[in-house]
């Protein structure tokens, strides 16, 4: 019988610090309280809006920066 191969596990340790990007984004939003006021705005839209879209954005350069982090090891 031939034993099932599988594929080998990493042993080597991930950075810290990409697992604390991933959770900015998280924490960023995680209190609106802190951020669901009008001012200041940007372009006419009020900081509310435009707090939680520029998030969008950072969240998917965090990601593609972590993703890199990890396709390299």
Do not use: H, N
């Amino acid at each position: 019988m031939d034993p099932v191969s599988t594929p080998e596990r990493s042993t080597a340790r991930r950075p810290w610090w990409t697992f604390l990007l991933l959770a900015l984004p998280y924490l960023g939003l995680c209190f609106p309280g802190l951020y669901s006021r009008a001012t200041p705005a940007l372009l006419g839209f009020p900081f509310f809006y435009w707090y939680q879209f520029a998030w969008v954005a950072l969240t998917s350069i965090l990601l593609y920066v972590v993703y890199r982090q990890f396709k390299t090891r």
